[in-house]
């Protein structure tokens, strides 16, 4: 055996070790706003460090190209069998490497190049794999976006129904990246269904809610879903489908051997964890004071000015115009950083700025939900942002922000950190 084998990371790789140390203290003293981050527990992060990263298990349970497969197999089918569980789906893959692969597997499957999509507008709340350009998925299909209401900024279905009577697309996409309101899948599929098109749901943002029951489930009313496993959901970083039965062997035979090799098999044991863990009442408790802290934090941001795209939310994140109150995204986004709190800049419907500058930001509450904060705290983060904007030149008023949020984190410490 190599000298290096049973050596701690310490001693291996310092400058490594040192990183993710200095990783580990920005995540426990900074305030995570982002919408698509959370914090796995401890067991979904001791799945992944497990030996199952050594398994080379191409193929599926009971049909892999690899001696050596009886436990991987075990791994997969008590993976596949939670994840059907949790959303009541037909079948399940849980072998993606992550979002855009999944999302990948399903263009394969359902649509040839050339071929018509319907998907949310990028700006509107879809996510880059709906149709962006610089993506595969502009570069290949021809999509035709939907989007929202101007006055209501809500999916503005009556054109969605246009759209699919003119273009009659192969494919419908439901789902996105910033749009914080309930989606009523039922309606978008009796439209694919009267033109014959297949109905994608990507619930990537959505899917620890969907879990828990306090967002609607697609899975009725989809032909295919698919979802990370790192945001809403609490997973390691991933991908996963669900699809109806009849769907299942042209989905499999797409992520493999079609986009991908050998399956992570150390990570699709952390998914089966974050199933186990998303099927448990706690899990109920935690989505429904994440639409709390959602909804508490955007309120504080209303009443002090800030216009919010919708006017609320019903899910974990919402939209915060910041031209409401004289700044650009960019410019609020590192406003927000230089006092550690961490959000994104985000276009927001109808924006006039360019995608790098951006008119909002994207603000979501499954991080700090997961570090226990309730709406008092919301209230109190919130606050700050809006002093911080009345007074974004003021060194002082920085220093003591800083001050107490440093304080408020010491308050909610990260789960666990591996190198304390
Ligand atoms: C709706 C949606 N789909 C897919 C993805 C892509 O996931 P990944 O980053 O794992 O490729 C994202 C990630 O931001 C997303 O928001």
Known sequence: MSHC????????????????????????NHLELIASENIASLAVREAMQSVLTD??????????YYGGCKIADEVENLAIARLKKLYGSEHANVQPHSGSQANMAVYFSFVNPGDKVLAMDLSHGGHLTHGSRVNFSGKF???IPYGVDPKTEMIDYDLLESLANEHKPRMIVSGGSAYSRKIDFERIQSIAKRINAIHWCDMAHYSGLIAAKEYPNPVPFADVVTSTTHKSIRGPRGGMILCKEEFAKKIDKQIFPGIQGGPLMHVIAAKAVCFHEASQESFKSYQIQVKKNASALSKVLNDGGVRI??????????LADMKSIGFTGHQAQELLDSVQMTTNKNTIPFDTEKPTITSGIRIGSP???TRGMKEVEMEIIGNWMLSL??????TDLKRRIIREI????????LPSLLLS
């Open 5 to 28: 084998h049973n050596h701690s990371l310490n001693q291996v790789d310092p400058e490594i070790f040192s990183l993710i140390g200095k990783e580990e203290e920005r995540q426990s």
């Open 55 to 64: 398994k080379y298990a191409e193929g599926y349970p009971g049909k892999r």
């Open 141 to 143: 299909y021809d999509i």
């Open 309 to 318: 795209v919708s006017g609320g939310t019903d899910s974990h994140l919402f």
């Open 367 to 369: 991080a700090l939900t």
């Open 389 to 394: 904007f009345k007074d974004p030149e003021s």
């Open 406 to 413: 440093n304080d408020l984190c010491e308050k909610f410490p």
